[in-house]
């Protein structure tokens, strides 16, 4: 059986996977960064994964059912910069996929579900808010780095 951590992690690659970009061009592409060269993304605009940062201590104690904890959760983008003429294009288009993708996890309705075919289930997703970001624009590949903080209650 999978944890509600687990059902949130797929929520958010789902999430964004089903996301239309607003500035064109191909959709975002999830990748596992172990398997996959995500460095090497000549080629392949708008590769991401999610990664758990770790947790808080309890919100609350535990009542033999479920206990609340805050998650840090990262989303990653890659963009490489070989596919684009200039800079002030793939700036503009990060930029508007950071709206796009801060708009879409934001949204209340997007707390529930975990796939196509599960996209109502309750997934003890609480609150999901946008704790930083930040764009490293070093070498070939720009990565684009949104953090979340998570409200996640686990059933016991």
């Not at 059986?1 to 789902?14: D, E, G, K, V």
């Not at 309705?109 to 109502?120: E, I, K, S, V, W």
Request: glycine share 6%; aromatic share 10%; charged share 25%.
């Amino acid at each position: 059986m999978a944890t509600n951590l687990h059902r949130i992690l797929q929520n958010f690659q789902w999430r964004i996977a089903t996301t239309t970009p607003t500035a064109g061009g191909r959709p975002f592409r999830l990748v596992d960064p172990l398997a996959d060269e995500i460095e090497n993304t000549t080629g392949s605009l708008r590769k991401f994964y999610v990664a758990w940062s770790g947790s808080e201590e309890d919100l609350d104690l535990t009542d033999g059912y479920d206990r609340q904890a805050e998650h840090a959760i990262s989303t990653v983008f890659h963009y490489p910069d070989a596919t684009f003429e200039n800079y002030g294009n793939l700036r503009d288009l990060v930029l508007q996929d950071r709206h796009d993708l801060i708009k879409t996890l934001r949204n209340n309705d997007n707390r529930l579900g975990y796939d196509a075919d599960n996209t109502t289930d309750a997934i003890g997703l609480w609150h999901r808010v946008r704790a930083d970001d930040e764009l490293d624009t070093g070498d070939a590949v720009w990565i684009l780095t949104i953090n979340w903080n998570c409200t996640i209650s686990e059933v016991e």
